[in-house]
Protein backbone atom coordinates (compact mmCIF):
# COMPACT_ATOMS: atom_id res chain seq x y z
CA UNK A 1 0.00 0.00 0.00
CA UNK A 2 1.17 3.34 -0.89
CA UNK A 3 2.41 5.88 1.96
CA UNK A 4 0.03 8.52 0.16
CA UNK A 5 -2.68 5.81 0.59
CA UNK A 6 -4.03 7.64 4.06
CA UNK A 7 -3.57 10.79 2.89
CA UNK A 8 -5.71 10.35 -0.24
CA UNK A 9 -7.97 8.83 1.96
CA UNK A 10 -8.37 11.83 4.27
CA UNK A 11 -8.29 14.50 1.08
CA UNK A 12 -11.30 12.70 -0.31
CA UNK A 13 -13.30 12.31 3.21
CA UNK A 14 -12.54 16.22 3.57
CA UNK A 15 -14.14 16.86 0.05
CA UNK A 16 -17.01 14.94 1.00
CA UNK A 17 -17.63 16.62 4.02
CA UNK A 18 -17.16 20.48 2.66
CA UNK A 19 -19.34 19.37 -0.31
CA UNK A 20 -21.96 18.23 1.76
CA UNK A 21 -21.89 21.05 3.88
CA UNK A 22 -22.15 23.08 1.03
CA UNK A 23 -25.12 21.34 -0.71
CA UNK A 24 -26.89 21.62 2.53
CA UNK A 25 -26.26 25.06 2.95
CA UNK A 26 -27.83 26.34 -0.06
CA UNK A 27 -30.77 23.54 0.38
CA UNK A 28 -31.33 25.61 3.64
CA UNK A 29 -30.95 28.97 2.01
CA UNK A 30 -33.49 27.77 -0.99
CA UNK A 31 -35.95 26.72 2.18
CA UNK A 32 -35.91 30.18 3.59
CA UNK A 33 -36.33 31.73 0.09
CA UNK A 34 -39.31 29.38 -0.25
CA UNK A 35 -40.89 30.31 3.02
CA UNK A 36 -42.28 33.34 1.33
CA UNK A 37 -44.28 30.75 -1.43
CA UNK A 38 -47.16 30.31 1.15
CA UNK A 39 -49.34 29.60 -1.15
CA UNK A 40 -47.54 26.38 -1.91
CA UNK A 41 -46.70 24.93 0.88
CA UNK A 42 -49.29 25.82 3.53
CA UNK A 43 -52.00 23.60 1.94
CA UNK A 44 -49.53 20.38 2.08
CA UNK A 45 -48.02 21.10 5.85
CA UNK A 46 -51.44 19.99 8.11
CA UNK A 47 -50.81 16.74 6.20
CA UNK A 48 -47.35 16.63 7.11
CA UNK A 49 -48.13 17.69 10.41
CA UNK A 50 -50.31 14.86 10.71
CA UNK A 51 -47.95 12.10 9.19
CA UNK A 52 -44.58 13.37 11.61
CA UNK A 53 -46.85 14.20 14.65
CA UNK A 54 -49.84 12.54 15.01
CA UNK A 55 -48.33 9.10 13.31
CA UNK A 56 -45.60 9.39 15.65
CA UNK A 57 -47.69 9.78 19.18
CA UNK A 58 -47.99 5.72 19.71
CA UNK A 59 -44.23 4.82 19.71
CA UNK A 60 -43.33 7.84 21.92
CA UNK A 61 -45.81 6.92 24.31
CA UNK A 62 -44.66 3.40 23.86
CA UNK A 63 -41.18 4.08 24.83
CA UNK A 64 -42.16 6.82 27.26
CA UNK A 65 -43.97 4.45 29.40
CA UNK A 66 -41.94 1.74 29.94
CA UNK A 67 -39.37 4.51 30.99
CA UNK A 68 -41.25 5.28 33.45
CA UNK A 69 -42.20 1.96 34.65
CA UNK A 70 -38.07 1.24 34.75
CA UNK A 71 -37.42 4.70 36.29
CA UNK A 72 -39.31 4.35 38.88
CA UNK A 73 -38.56 0.48 39.71
CA UNK A 74 -34.72 1.45 39.37
CA UNK A 75 -34.94 4.51 41.66
CA UNK A 76 -36.72 2.74 44.25
CA UNK A 77 -33.91 -0.10 44.47
CA UNK A 78 -31.23 2.50 44.49
CA UNK A 79 -32.79 4.85 47.11
CA UNK A 80 -33.44 1.42 49.51
CA UNK A 81 -32.66 1.91 53.32
CA UNK A 82 -30.63 5.92 52.43
CA UNK A 83 -33.10 8.04 50.68
CA UNK A 84 -36.60 8.20 51.71
CA UNK A 85 -38.71 6.52 48.96
CA UNK A 86 -40.70 10.12 48.21
CA UNK A 87 -37.67 11.03 45.94
CA UNK A 88 -38.77 8.52 43.70
CA UNK A 89 -40.97 11.10 42.27
CA UNK A 90 -38.08 13.50 42.12
CA UNK A 91 -36.28 11.23 39.63
CA UNK A 92 -38.87 10.05 37.56
CA UNK A 93 -39.53 13.60 36.80
CA UNK A 94 -36.56 14.94 36.46
CA UNK A 95 -35.04 12.44 34.48
CA UNK A 96 -38.00 11.87 32.32
CA UNK A 97 -38.26 16.02 31.57
CA UNK A 98 -35.00 17.40 31.15
CA UNK A 99 -33.54 13.95 29.41
CA UNK A 100 -35.06 10.65 28.80
CA UNK A 101 -38.33 11.95 27.30
CA UNK A 102 -36.56 14.58 24.46
CA UNK A 103 -33.64 12.17 23.82
CA UNK A 104 -35.44 8.90 23.82
CA UNK A 105 -38.33 10.02 21.29
CA UNK A 106 -36.06 12.33 19.10
CA UNK A 107 -34.20 8.76 18.92
CA UNK A 108 -37.21 7.12 17.52
CA UNK A 109 -38.84 9.43 15.50
CA UNK A 110 -35.04 9.91 13.74
CA UNK A 111 -35.89 6.24 12.47
CA UNK A 112 -39.43 6.86 11.75
CA UNK A 113 -39.40 10.07 10.74
CA UNK A 114 -35.96 10.66 9.01
CA UNK A 115 -36.39 7.28 7.43
CA UNK A 116 -39.59 7.89 5.63
CA UNK A 117 -38.66 11.53 4.98
CA UNK A 118 -35.77 10.86 3.09
CA UNK A 119 -37.25 7.63 1.35
CA UNK A 120 -40.07 9.33 0.08
CA UNK A 121 -37.41 12.11 -1.20
CA UNK A 122 -35.27 9.75 -2.91
CA UNK A 123 -37.75 7.74 -4.46
CA UNK A 124 -39.42 10.86 -6.11
CA UNK A 125 -35.52 12.05 -6.98
CA UNK A 126 -34.20 8.76 -8.59
CA UNK A 127 -37.81 8.65 -10.52
CA UNK A 128 -37.80 12.48 -11.85
CA UNK A 129 -40.40 13.67 -10.06
CA UNK A 130 -38.53 16.02 -8.63
CA UNK A 131 -36.71 17.03 -11.97
CA UNK A 132 -40.18 17.08 -13.33
CA UNK A 133 -41.50 19.90 -10.74
CA UNK A 134 -38.13 21.84 -11.34
CA UNK A 135 -39.47 21.55 -15.67
CA UNK A 136 -42.76 23.05 -15.09
CA UNK A 137 -41.03 25.93 -12.92
CA UNK A 138 -42.98 24.48 -9.63
CA UNK A 139 -40.59 25.28 -6.75
CA UNK A 140 -39.96 21.37 -5.53
CA UNK A 141 -37.91 23.06 -2.27
CA UNK A 142 -41.37 24.85 -1.19
CA UNK A 143 -43.40 21.89 -1.90
CA UNK A 144 -41.28 18.96 -0.33
CA UNK A 145 -39.04 20.46 1.97
CA UNK A 146 -40.63 23.33 4.17
CA UNK A 147 -43.92 21.43 4.86
CA UNK A 148 -41.57 18.12 6.23
CA UNK A 149 -39.86 20.63 8.11
CA UNK A 150 -42.25 23.14 9.70
CA UNK A 151 -43.80 19.68 10.50
CA UNK A 152 -40.90 18.02 12.16
CA UNK A 153 -40.15 21.98 14.08
CA UNK A 154 -43.90 22.53 15.33
CA UNK A 155 -44.53 18.66 16.02
CA UNK A 156 -41.76 17.50 17.96
CA UNK A 157 -42.18 19.37 21.18
CA UNK A 158 -45.83 18.72 20.91
CA UNK A 159 -45.06 14.60 20.85
CA UNK A 160 -42.16 15.15 23.28
CA UNK A 161 -44.81 16.69 26.01
CA UNK A 162 -47.42 13.88 25.48
CA UNK A 163 -44.54 11.16 25.74
CA UNK A 164 -43.37 13.31 29.33
CA UNK A 165 -46.75 13.54 30.47
CA UNK A 166 -47.17 9.35 30.03
CA UNK A 167 -43.72 8.82 31.28
CA UNK A 168 -44.39 10.72 34.41
CA UNK A 169 -48.21 8.62 34.31
CA UNK A 170 -46.03 5.29 34.28
CA UNK A 171 -43.51 6.16 36.97
CA UNK A 172 -46.33 6.62 39.17
CA UNK A 173 -48.85 3.97 38.78
CA UNK A 174 -45.71 1.66 38.86
CA UNK A 175 -44.88 3.48 42.34
CA UNK A 176 -48.86 2.42 43.62
CA UNK A 177 -48.63 -0.51 42.71
CA UNK A 178 -45.02 -2.45 42.61
CA UNK A 179 -43.20 0.39 45.35
CA UNK A 180 -46.51 0.79 48.06
CA UNK A 181 -45.96 3.97 47.71
CA UNK A 182 -48.80 6.75 48.35
CA UNK A 183 -49.85 9.06 45.62
CA UNK A 184 -49.24 11.97 47.88
CA UNK A 185 -45.35 10.48 48.62
CA UNK A 186 -44.57 10.29 44.51
CA UNK A 187 -46.43 13.95 43.80
CA UNK A 188 -44.27 15.17 46.80
CA UNK A 189 -41.03 13.85 45.20
CA UNK A 190 -42.21 15.30 42.14
CA UNK A 191 -42.70 18.56 43.09
CA UNK A 192 -39.51 18.68 44.99
CA UNK A 193 -37.43 19.87 42.27
CA UNK A 194 -39.23 20.93 39.61
CA UNK A 195 -38.82 24.73 38.13
CA UNK A 196 -40.51 25.67 35.46
CA UNK A 197 -37.82 26.40 33.27
CA UNK A 198 -37.71 22.47 32.69
CA UNK A 199 -40.38 22.27 30.66
CA UNK A 200 -39.32 24.89 28.76
CA UNK A 201 -35.35 23.67 28.58
CA UNK A 202 -37.25 20.24 27.50
CA UNK A 203 -39.69 22.35 24.52
CA UNK A 204 -36.32 23.91 23.11
CA UNK A 205 -34.63 20.71 22.44
CA UNK A 206 -37.68 19.11 21.02
CA UNK A 207 -38.04 21.80 18.57
CA UNK A 208 -34.17 21.79 17.81
CA UNK A 209 -34.57 18.04 17.60
CA UNK A 210 -37.45 18.03 14.77
CA UNK A 211 -35.86 20.83 12.59
CA UNK A 212 -32.80 18.43 12.65
CA UNK A 213 -34.30 15.10 12.01
CA UNK A 214 -36.60 16.36 9.31
CA UNK A 215 -33.55 18.72 7.64
CA UNK A 216 -31.49 16.02 7.36
CA UNK A 217 -33.99 13.50 6.11
CA UNK A 218 -35.18 15.93 3.40
CA UNK A 219 -31.33 16.75 2.58
CA UNK A 220 -30.25 13.44 1.98
CA UNK A 221 -33.59 12.30 -0.02
CA UNK A 222 -33.35 15.56 -1.83
CA UNK A 223 -29.79 14.91 -2.79
CA UNK A 224 -30.10 10.90 -3.55
CA UNK A 225 -28.22 9.25 -6.83
CA UNK A 226 -28.41 5.69 -7.83
CA UNK A 227 -31.43 4.28 -8.21
CA UNK A 228 -33.23 1.95 -5.54
CA UNK A 229 -29.38 1.47 -3.67
CA UNK A 230 -29.55 5.30 -3.45
CA UNK A 231 -32.44 5.58 -1.86
CA UNK A 232 -31.37 2.66 0.80
CA UNK A 233 -28.18 4.79 1.26
CA UNK A 234 -30.04 7.71 1.75
CA UNK A 235 -32.54 6.48 4.56
CA UNK A 236 -29.79 5.08 6.22
CA UNK A 237 -27.11 8.13 6.51
CA UNK A 238 -30.82 10.40 7.44
CA UNK A 239 -31.04 8.07 10.49
CA UNK A 240 -27.44 7.59 11.50
CA UNK A 241 -27.02 11.20 10.88
CA UNK A 242 -30.18 12.97 12.73
CA UNK A 243 -29.36 10.35 16.29
CA UNK A 244 -25.66 11.50 16.11
CA UNK A 245 -27.02 15.30 15.67
CA UNK A 246 -29.36 14.92 18.34
CA UNK A 247 -26.91 13.29 20.87
CA UNK A 248 -24.90 16.17 19.89
CA UNK A 249 -27.64 18.94 20.19
CA UNK A 250 -28.58 17.36 23.52
CA UNK A 251 -25.17 18.13 25.13
CA UNK A 252 -25.08 22.10 23.91
CA UNK A 253 -28.12 23.07 24.99
CA UNK A 254 -27.18 21.41 28.15
CA UNK A 255 -24.07 23.41 28.75
CA UNK A 256 -25.61 26.23 27.56
CA UNK A 257 -29.13 26.46 28.78
CA UNK A 258 -28.12 25.00 32.47
CA UNK A 259 -24.82 26.38 33.21
Given at each position: MSILS??????????????????????????????????????????????????????????????????????????????????????????????????????????????????????????????????????????????????????????????????????????????????????????????????????????????????????????????????????????????????????????????
Amino acid sequence: MSILSPVAWVGRVGLSVVSNIGRAGMLAAGAFRALRKGDIWLRHLIPQMVAVGVASIPIALFIAAFTGIVLAIQASYTFTGTVPLYFVGALVGKTIILELGPVLTGLALAGRVGANVAAELGTMRVTEQIDALESLAYDPVAYLVVPRVLAGLLMFPVVVTFAMAVGIAAGWLTSLGMLDMATAQFVRGLRLFFEPFDITFALIKSASFGLVVTGLGCYFGYTCSGGAAGVGRATTRAVVAGSMVILVLDAFWAATLLN
